[in-house]
């Protein structure tokens, strides 16, 4: 039987991917990551919900309070059904919450509502109702959550989906009423770690 010379060793590639960074298990740190990602521009969206009644089943007791959160990871999942996704950061207050009340909102901020994404964006507070005291908002009809005035879109929504990610949870939520209550002025975005308006 013939010998059969020995097949040659690839050449290295020109296009060979570099080393993992040493010390970091995925070769890249968290400053390089948030600098990435600072470079995204996104959009800015007030989510809204309303804790559930301390005693749900004693019609006259009091409403629970409304709570809001100002967040940049939000999109759009499917058409069929209509399904969109949020981005919480585990055990938040707002996490904590969905965690137990399906129903929620989504107002789509307006250049115009720079004061509203930075209030709600604040950490460490106890209570949301002195937040939206001055915010012109309208009760969701199927949600009962603030809807904010002169948003350029809202939707109401229940939640379908919740998937751990890392340190945050992705919330998937069917879409159960949407409008556009406002047609002016252009949307609130989110580039380099400051709000700021297109053009």
């Not at 009760?139 to 948003?151: I, K, N, Q």
């Not at 939520?173 to 700021?196: E, H, I, K, Q």
Request: charged share 20%; net charge negative.
């Amino acid at each position: 039987m013939p010998n059969t010379p020995p097949l040659a060793s690839p050449a290295p590639s020109a296009f060979s991917l570099p080393s993992p960074a040493r010390g970091h298990a995925e070769g890249v740190s968290n400053d390089e990551f948030r600098a990435v990602m600072s470079r995204l521009a996104s959009g800015v969206v007030l989510v809204t919900a309303q804790e559930p009644p301390l005693d749900p089943d004693d019609p006259g007791a009091p409403r629970g309070e409304d709570v809001g959160m100002t967040a940049t990871a939000f999109m759009s999942v499917s058409l069929d059904p209509p399904l969109v996704l949020v981005s919480l950061r585990a055990g938040s207050r707002m996490d904590d919450l969905l965690d137990e009340q399906p129903v929620w909102a989504v107002s789509v901020l307006s250049e115009s509502q720079r004061h509203i994404a930075g209030r709600f964006a604040m950490k460490g507070r106890v209570s949301d109702r002195l937040l939206f005291e001055d915010i012109p908002c309208v009760r969701g009809e199927v949600s009962g959550s603030p809807l904010v005035g002169g948003a350029l879109a809202t939707l109401e929504c229940r939640t379908e989906q919740r998937i751990p990610a890392g340190d945050h949870t992705l919330v998937i939520g069917r879409v159960l009423t949407a409008a556009v209550p406002s047609a002016d002025g252009g949307p609130l975005t989110y580039f380099r770690g400051r709000y700021r308006h297109l053009g």
